[in-house]
């Protein structure tokens, strides 16, 4: 956003993932002050993940603080004052979390969480008891939407639709500074728009659909297909010569490397984004698009396809109207959406 | 809408279409007071199509009025008084017209209107100074999405998405109670949606879109081609035998009297409505989907295999959260939307 809040506040973002938490202290601006990545515990045990994410908490405000920590709790450390929830003179306004599923639309309950296996979970209340901080919750893409839109350096466009391509696929929307939920809170599912209608499913059952078709698990689908096929020699090196470890991570290091069959696999996966961005396209004549999440970082070669299918099936005026982009703001955009969600509180909430 | 403005005014909405010009008078609880079907110039010409307008619009003023008119111009007639902006003492306070075609996004002009053949027609203000009202005019699927949102009977939905399925298929999204036009005014393409990606192309020339697959001359090419591969003897009866004559409506006539062809080639255009709707369904998380148009007049019979396909692709907790139904306001939607844009005009244009 050009303009930010005027203040000295901080506020801490929380990015809840299958196999990672990241955790940052950011100021309005979208200046990260300090971060910490932390391994989500493998059990998912919602204690085991409560306490990480206290660690994380604890790691980016103490950064920086001489001497090490007492053996008590993160809780205990922070609740007797050894954690302080100032930093170096700035206050921390609050705590947003951005969760990899589906969250109620209060934004007190991870509904459900497949990723870690969780079901109506009641999270935001008790982070906000732990940390003596108010704590704001939402949906992972709907946080890094918000993310995108207020620091990725778009201006201020009237609409953003977000997609994070990673291993699902998953969406948020911009829309006339505020971010849309929806009817029920789960507006933006684009991974689930559907583009080979009669193709594989994904992991909720959907033939076809956007995650089915272009995720980082339907590029290594493909990979693996092409062994079957006895096409992916040239590949296989890139996975110790094992077809289970064929991954889109391992396709995309073969894609810089130039190998002709990956970059036809992400072809491939690049065409069914464009498919699926061409409906939304036409659907919501957005502003901005943003394309985000580990397989995006892939790189330029992935926005190539994309803009052939836009030639061919967006409206020529809608097409004209958006800008198509991949995200500038790497691993942190959920995080720093997240405590954005304190800075734009009002155009933030007002919404859901 | 359950609260209507108290007001006695009036206002005119016209419906302007390739083959039909429908003009009504009504009130903003939209009751219509009298209306009048008019046939499209089929010259196209500019000045024939805007005298036609205001026949209409004369017509409707004067319905009940004793005598018939003299032998004067419509403009004439009304700017002598003959024809009074008033009826039975209630004031008419504007005109609101639905364009099949793209309206630019201040409203004044039809910046392409296919059916007619007309580009960049300055039509708003002429028609202003001609019928000496205000005149406010949009796209047509527009205004009828906004028809059936304020007069469709569905309450106060936070979100409403319109489908016109006739001949081509347009749409217009209603979002937290206004007229969702996106960042350049084409929002609602949602005809353009991808259903088939390798799919035959539509008029635009986009492969597999909803408009290729579903739309009236959709249903009518797929009729055609059942002829070629001798499936349709049982059809073409409906035609006079003539392969040329099937159209979507004789496709129609035809499922009603129970034919198995006509009723599978009604269900796949069905099965394509409901892939386009899921993707729709997944994105924005309506409350409400209404189907309207000449095709949607079909029946019941096109809402089944729609409801099967969104049991597969929608998302579970989105499907539960929409109602998806046909129109039950038929013919005058469009027109009566137009006249809607003044009861709510502030709500409709401050979206503009």
Redesign the interface.
Known sequence: MADYPQTSELALGVDLGGTKIFVILADAAGRVVSESQLLTPPTYGELEVFDTILEGVARVLSAGEPGGHAPQTVTERIHRGRIRLISEGRPVVGLGIGVAG?VSGCGNII?QAPNLGWKDVGFRRRLEIAVGLPVLMDNDTNVAAWGEYCYGGHGR???LVYLGVGTGIG?G?V?KGKL???????????G??????GGPVCS????G?LEAMASGLAIARIAKEEVRRGRADSLLPYADGDPELLTAQVVGTAVADGNPLAQEILTRAGTYLG??I???I??????VVVIGGGVARMGEAFLAPIQRELE????P??R???RVCLSGLGRPVGALGASAMFFQRKLYSEDG
Chains 1, 2 share one sequence.
Do not use: D, Q, T, W
């Not at 849309?180 to 684009?190: C, L, N, Q, T």
């Not at 689930?192 to 209608?197: A, G, K, M, N, T």
């Not at 061919?312 to 409206?315: C, E, K, T």
């Open positions: 589906v509904c466009p009237e609409s969406g929307i829309l849309y939920k929806g009817s029920s809170g789960g507006a933006g599912e684009i689930h728009v559907v583009v080979e209608p909720l059952g959907h033939p659909c498919i699926g061409a409906s939304v036409n659907i919501l004549n957005p502003e061919v099936r967006a409206f005026e809608l004209r109207a958006v």
